[in-house]
């Protein structure tokens, strides 16, 4: 008589004895085991096809789990009840766990540790690259909370510059004394020895903004002997796209380090197309034997604060030293010039539909909706003029945060397509329902998947998944996770490829994506038949992202 006991909470099938049928390598028909024991594996996913992750051709095979490791790939097939547990993956692709190359957790996931919407992309790993905003301090002490509390990613940190130079230099628009460099380099070092992968940059934000190449380059020689990585969201994404990729590579070249270009983009009108000459760019310092990768999200539109709309300098001392130059005509003057240039060069253009809020506290009702509602519900025409003085307005009176839709599908295909680009959300771990996120926080992998893949074949499925997971495992020192093979850690991502789907959209952002259908983290299901089971085994992973490079 054979039992079969259904968990609703986790969606997992336990199989008891008298299952019919031979097991594979000797193994007993009644039981799976030699002699008739208990069922020798964790966790069975059974009758998917695998796509392992290194780029290799699929294939059918039964996928076994004890502990937190794969133990067996088994292309002969394994018994139903040789597994304690079993998710059914008939016509299913079973993949790696995916691997968020950039996201915003900092230190949100102590209020959401399930992560949601990052799981039901299929991430089983997140990197938290901190090229902006706060940083958890001291990291040792975090990511020991973390995983005391349980989270249910795996996740990896970095050291922020944006919140090391706001801590040491303040919102200052100058270098860091030589004593202030050292304290800067002393919290670097502080956060490689706490387990940080790197180091990483957003220079296009203020205060990152003010810093110069030499002292970025001094800080990343720290991480470099502690085997660290150069994480970088460029200084200028639009007009000096090609600069700063240039710079990028000098200080990968003069720190000693591999380096990588977040969310790699062209913004702008004007300046697409040029990401034919960035990736050569790249191409040519591979060439030269330097390590140079870069991520992607798959949208045209970013997101981001409305602070890059204003010329850095303008910025300088916080939003007082703002208010008191826009009060000085001669000034205000300088500062709308810079405006102007942003505005047509780097954001809008002369359209301000393309400036989509997000979040407007002075103004909530226009959450959601453009720039262009805003100037004409005021009165105003849509153009270049009236976006500068409402902008000016709303920064005055709180700022705002907004979705900017300035980038070209050529640009993405095209950046997308090359040999060392990884998949990234760039996306915040949201509350459903709560604000207007951009589509990417709930949509980015199986965007991938579904409409660059099924639906336009840009990228073949095998190389897709290699992008999402063991190019970007190996580029923060996880070869062992990445693959599907025997010996390496359980993170497993099991989805429909003739579903899989995003459909979050910039109207309708709180839609989860569809065709994610299991989901394994160290051997644990936290996603099953693509109902949240609840549990939280992921782990902090830490450095060195290249044990090869420190320096003894």
């Known amino acids: 008589m054979k039992w079969k006991l259904i968990i609703p909470a986790v969606a997992l099938l336990l199989a008891g004895a008298g299952a019919a049928g031979c097991g594979a390598d000797g193994e ?47 292309r002969a097939g394994l018994p139903r009840d040789s597994g304690h547990r079993v998710l059914e993956a008939s016509g299913l692709v079973v993949a790696p766990g995916f691997i968020d190359q950039h996201a915003h957790v900092q230190t949100a996931l102590d209020d959401r540790p399930l992560a949601e919407n990052f799981l039901r992309q299929g991430i089983t790993t997140i990197l938290a690259s901190l090229h902006s905003g706060a940083q958890p301090y001291p990291l040792a002490a975090y990511a020991d909370s973390l995983e005391r509390a349980g989270i249910a990613p795996n996740v990896g940190f970095f050291a922020g510059h944006t919140w090391i130079r ?56 720290v991480a470099a002997g502690h085997g660290g990585l150069y994480l970088s969201h460029l200084r200028n994404e639009a ?20 380096a990588q270009i977040q969310h790699h983009k062209a913004v702008g009108v004007t300046q697409w197309g040029w990401s034919e000459r960035s990736l050569a760019l790249i191409d040519s310092a591979r060439a030269e034997g330097l390590d140079v990768k870069h991520d992607f999200y798959p949208y045209v539109a970013s997101s981001t604060t409305s602070r890059v709309l204003f010329p850095r300098w303008a910025l300088s001392g916080g939003i007082d030293s703002l208010a008191a130059r826009l009060d000085d005509p001669e000034t205000r003057d300088s500062v709308k010039a810079g405006m102007r240039e942003i505005f047509v060069h780097e954001r809008a253009g002369n359209d301000l539909s393309r400036i989509q809020f997000r979040t407007v506290p002075s103004l909530p009702e226009y959450d959601g909706r453009t720039m262009a509602d805003l100037a004409r519900d005021r009165g105003m025409p849509n153009d270049v003029e009236s976006g ?44 459903y329902g709560r604000g207007h996120p951009h589509p990417r926080s709930y949509g980015a992998f199986p965007r991938v998947l579904g409409r660059y893949v099924r639906e336009e074949g840009v990228l073949e499925l095998e190389e897709a998944v290699r992008k999402m997971t063991s190019l970007a495992a190996d580029q923060i020192g996880q070869t062992e996770r990445g693959r599907v093979a025997e010996g390496t850690y359980a993170d497993l991502t099991v989805f429909d490829p003739d579903r899989v789907a995003d459909r979050a959209t910039f109207t309708d952002p709180h839609r989860y994506s569809v065709g994610i259908v299991h989901v394994v983290v160290n051997g644990v299901p936290v996603v099953a038949d693509a109902s949240m089971t609840g549990r939280r085994p992921g782990r902090v992973l830490t450095g060195p992202a290249r044990p090869e490079n420190v320096v003894r």
């Open 166 to 221: 706001e801590r040491v230099v303040g919102q200052e628009d100058r270098d860091p004394t030589p004593a202030e460099l050292r304290r800067m380099r002393g919290l670097v070092r502080e956060a490689m020895d706490d387990g940080a992968l790197g180091l990483s940059t957003g220079l296009l934000y203020v205060p990152a903004s003010y810093a110069g190449t030499e002292e970025v380059i001094a800080l990343a020689e």
């Open 28 to 74: 007993d028909a009644a039981t799976g085991t030699p002699g008739g024991g208990a069922p020798p594996y964790d966790l069975l996913i059974r009758g998917g096809t695998v796509v392992d992750g290194t780029g290799a051709d699929r294939f059918r095979a039964d996928v076994a789990v004890e502990g937190d490791r794969i133990v067996r790939v088994a």
């Open 239 to 258: 007009t000096g796209l090609l600069s700063s990729v240039r710079e990028l590579i000098r200080i990968a070249e003069e720190a000693g380090l591999p």
């Open 388 to 431: 500068i003085e409402l902008a000016i307005e709303l920064q005055l009176d709180g700022g705002f945060s907004a979705i900017y839709h300035a980038m070209s599908e050529e640009d993405l295909r095209r950046i997308m397509s090359h040999e060392q680009a990884m998949v990234c959300t760039d996306g915040d771990p949201v509350a």
